[in-house]
């Protein structure tokens, strides 16, 4: 995955389909490419949103219609022009969009009619519905969940990078053994044990488990790029992703 600067200096030619600041920059252009790159952030990150309208009491046919039916409306060029940068971040530009949005619905039955009972993004919305399922009832605001699932399916994303570099070179089983020790606290399972399962030193535990860590920061600073404007957001951005989490597991 190229960085931001290796995207601009391949010119106003080339396009990086996943960077959330191009996206913006394109809106006023209103190109295919533009819509592509957008298309390509909503399906990585709908779930939060699905989260959000299921919480503020629609039922499960009816979040799919809205959901649905809100991307429709996002994908058109006018919601493009919208984007500017007091909603750089695009999580929170996703929110303010469907807040928006749902002001103007009265009933599911009219975001159906909105959506023109398309399909416009092919999204799991059984494993989200399973997913959303086994979340505390009402124990959230809307906004509260939709950011703990922003966390969630951003670190997600991250882990299957990390897992698909791996098996390119041949350690998948070396990362499924490891994947818990990533993110361990101190009283995580003895290297040893790890060690006697992967049939390789106690030091060579560690060191892999330092290699992963050290990639594993590196994939969420390049998965958190794509969705801010500015690079300078992308620490403040991490703090704010670790302080949900930890406000959810406290």
Known sequence: MRSPAAAAESGPDSFQTTHWSLVIAAGDRGGEQSKEALARLCSDYWR?????????????????DLTQAFFARLLEKEYLRAANRERGRFRSFLLASLKHFLANQQKAERA????????????????????????????????????????????????LQLEQECAEAGKQQQFARLRDLLTAGPDHQPYRDV?????????????????????????????????????????DELRQLFTVLAKESA
């Not at 993004?121 to 809307?142: H, M, T």
């Not at 992963?212 to 920061?217: E, G, N, Q, V």
């Open 48 to 64: 939060p949103l699905y989260f959000y309208v299921r919480r503020c009491g629609n039922v499960t046919h009816a979040a799919e």
């Open 112 to 159: 159906q009619k909105r959506g023109g009972g398309k399909q416009v993004l092919a999204l799991d919305f059984a494993a989200a519905e399973s997913a959303y399922n086994v979340e505390p009832a009402g124990a959230q605001s809307p906004e509260r969940l939709f950011e703990r699932q922003w966390a969630l399916v951003l670190l997600e994303r991250v882990l």
């Open 195 to 235: 060690a006697k399962d992967l049939a390789i030193s106690e030091a060579a535990v560690k060191m892999a488990v330092h290699r992963l860590r050290k990639r594993y920061r590196e994939l969420l600073r390049q998965e958190i790029s794509q969705t801010v404007s500015d690079p300078g957001e992308i620490d």
